[in-house]
């Protein structure tokens, strides 16, 4: 399997653009995570899904945050408008079950300037 | 409120020597822990968990022990290697009476640096 796969990997956009990152996971995976990596706040829950319907959203900022998840073998997470304080790189991660093992894709570096 | 704590935000060790990495947990709720291990610029990857009904669990070279009493454990390597270089994070599921519910909670890591 190729493992859970994220584009971009790289994005660096202006202030007030609409910023769309995606995801694929695992195949057979039910659960997948959107998370946030900060020098200030660490690596951090926004949202999760299982079985494509998002379970919990606690973690999403603002309602410039949105994430869907269309089918179970695709998810985006969308930021309108971008402001330079969502720099940073936003990971992916599936799971099969509740099981506490999740995996994790290589990340999106996100740059708003 | 940070309920995962790791207080130590790097660690240099000699190739061959012990690397002990520490994490301290708030949550007396939690009752499963895992190590993750993150390269640069990957995602991170499990490396070994544990659940509280143990004290230990080793898996080659990686061991995490458990003090529930202290809410504290740590993750050790013997021997480092250089490739061990990386930033390590301990984590816990969120949920009660041993019911995960898939919301890890995350220290901050340690940057690890195994020198040759």
């Known amino acids: 399997d190729a493992g859970v796969i994220q584009s971009p990997r790289h994005e660096v956009t202006e202030m007030g653009q609409e910023v769309t990152l995606r995801c694929k996971p695992i195949s057979g995976h039910d659960y997948l995570f959107w998370y946030r990596q900060t020098m200030m706040r660490g690596l951090e829950l926004l949202i999760y899904?299982?079985?494509?319907?998002?379970?919990?959203d606690s973690g999403m900022p603002e309602d410039r945050f949105s994430a869907k998840m269309p089918n179970a073998s695709f998810s985006t997470l969308k930021i309108q408008p971008s402001e330079p304080r969502d720099s940073a790189v936003y990971f992916c991660a599936s799971s099969f079950g509740a099981a506490e093992t999740q995996y994790f894709g290589p990340g999106t570096r996100l740059l708003v300037l | 409120d940070q309920q995962v704590k790791q207080n130590s935000p790097s660690l240099s060790v000699q190739e061959g020597r012990i690397s002990i990495l520490n994490c301290d947990y708030t949550n007396s709720m939690f009752d499963y822990f895992l190590w993750y291990k993150k390269y640069p610029a990957e995602g991170p990857t499990f490396l070994i968990s544990i659940s509280s009904i143990k004290d230990k669990n080793e898996d080659g070279r990686f061991t995490v022990f458990l003090n529930k009493s202290a809410k504290h454990l740590s993750l050790h390597i013997v021997p480092s290697q250089p490739g061990d270089s990386a930033v390590y994070f301990c984590a816990a599921p969120e949920g009660a009476g041993g019911t995960s519910y898939g919301k890890l909670t995350f220290g901050q890591g340690t940057i690890l640096t195994v020198h040759p």
């Open positions: 899904f299982n079985n494509n319907v998002p379970i919990d």
